[in-house]
């Protein structure tokens, strides 16, 4: 028989829900490690890195997709079956935890916010690193910029790829390109 709660809850709905907030938790915090590590990659200018990063943040994005399908599944079913809001959509923790003793209604409380303050991290860790990238691509764009007016197609090495004695800040350039 199965225990029941407030609100007719039963303790597998509880644990079902922590197990899944559990996972997504898992799976931002790896998200997270990633960020940093993009964040370590884009100082050291190191693409490599960055890519690799970038990889394995995508893959931790797909399984996150794919528990957060299984939540709000979840969540529909359980809405169904308890009529806790008339849209599944509005449908929110402190809802369902409202139904639960004052030590379980804490877990989940306590679940959803340290999920939600990862997320802000991320965000915030996630705009730090674009604006490094954009500082990173402005300055290249004005050393390319500097350089093309300090070298033309003429400056360099020969055609016979012996450098000219009077050129200052040599560059090899493809002219068939």
């Keep these: 028989m199965r225990e029941l709660y407030?609100?007719?809850?039963?303790?597998?709905?509880?644990k079902q829900l922590h197990n899944?907030?559990?996972?997504?938790?898992?799976?931002y915090t790896g998200i997270y490690n990633c960020e940093e590590a993009?964040?370590?990659?884009?100082?050291?200018?190191?693409?490599?890195?960055?890519?690799t990063q970038s990889v394995k943040q995508e893959s931790l994005l797909k399984s996150l997709s794919i528990v957060e399908t299984?939540?709000?599944?979840?969540?529909?079913?359980?809405?169904?079956?308890?009529?806790?809001t008339q849209n599944t959509a509005d449908l929110t923790i402190s809802m369902i935890a409202s139904r639960?003793?004052?030590?379980?209604?804490?877990?989940?409380?306590?679940?959803?916010?340290?999920?939600?303050?990862?997320?802000?991290?991320i965000q915030s860790l996630s705009e730090t690193n674009m604006k490094m990238m954009n500082d990173n691509l402005r300055f290249f764009n004005m050393l390319l910029s500097d350089l093309k007016g300090k070298v033309s197609l003429k400056t360099?090495?020969?055609?016979?790829?012996?450098?000219?004695k009077s050129i200052d800040n040599p560059m090899i350039f493809n002219t068939m390109a």
């Design 38 to 51: 993009k964040s370590d990659a884009i100082i050291e200018k190191d693409g490599r890195m960055l890519e």
């Design 6 to 14: 407030q609100g007719g809850f039963s303790m597998e709905i509880l």
């Design 100 to 121: 639960f003793d004052s030590d379980y209604r804490e877990m989940l409380l306590d679940d959803a916010e340290n999920l939600k303050g990862l997320i802000l991290k």
């Design 20 to 27: 899944i907030l559990k996972e997504e938790t898992a799976l």
């Design 156 to 164: 360099g090495y020969t055609s016979r790829a012996v450098e000219e």
């Design 70 to 84: 299984s939540r709000a599944e979840f969540l529909e079913e359980l809405n169904r079956e308890y009529c806790i």
